[in-house]
């Protein structure tokens, strides 16, 4: 294997060179061998360690999420129903989220529509408060499924 300065790894990853030293601090990468220079050297199994990281934050997981993740896919006896685990609770999290991203549009959809017809800030639902009592914040009316 070809040994490879940082700067050739972030080229070939399309990572930038902070990233990568960032990875190494949290664990996701290894702490790479040192040439005599003090330059870190790298072979190109970091290039695939690194496109895993890449893909892995696309599907929406944490760095954290990620570390455990490579920890089990590049241990030598791999578990995929550890693996399956992780990926079901991830897309769990995400239906969670896009339930509750789908109940804000509707609650916004219709503050909106009653907005259409207000000309002051004063009638505006997303905004009651009074100048004179600072407790109170802004009031949403609740929007049910």
């Known amino acids: 294997m070809k040994a490879m300065k940082i700067g050739e790894i972030a080229r070939r990853s399309g990572i930038g060179i902070e990233t990568i030293r960032f990875y190494e601090r949290e664990g996701l990468l290894q702490k790479p061998e040192r040439r005599p220079s003090g330059y870190r050297q790298y072979d190109t199994s970091v290039l695939q360690r690194l496109e895993y990281i890449r893909c892995a934050?696309?599907?929406?997981?944490?760095?954290?999420?990620?570390?455990?993740?490579?920890?089990?896919?590049?241990?030598?006896?791999?578990?995929?129903?550890?693996?399956?685990?992780?990926?079901?609770?991830?897309?769990?999290?995400?239906?969670?989220?896009?339930?509750?991203?789908?109940?804000?549009?509707?609650?916004?959809?219709?503050?909106?529509?009653?907005c259409i017809h207000q000309q002051h800030a004063d009638n505006c639902p997303l905004v009651h408060h009074s100048s004179t009592d600072s407790s109170q914040h802004c009031s949403l009316p609740i929007m049910k499924d």
């Open 57 to 114: 934050k696309e599907l929406g997981f944490t760095l954290a999420e990620i570390r455990e993740l490579l920890n089990l896919s590049f241990a030598h006896e791999i578990c995929c129903e550890s693996i399956r685990q992780h990926a079901q609770a991830k897309l769990d999290d995400i239906e969670n989220r896009i339930h509750s991203l789908l109940k804000m549009k509707k609650s916004l959809q219709g503050i909106l529509e009653q």
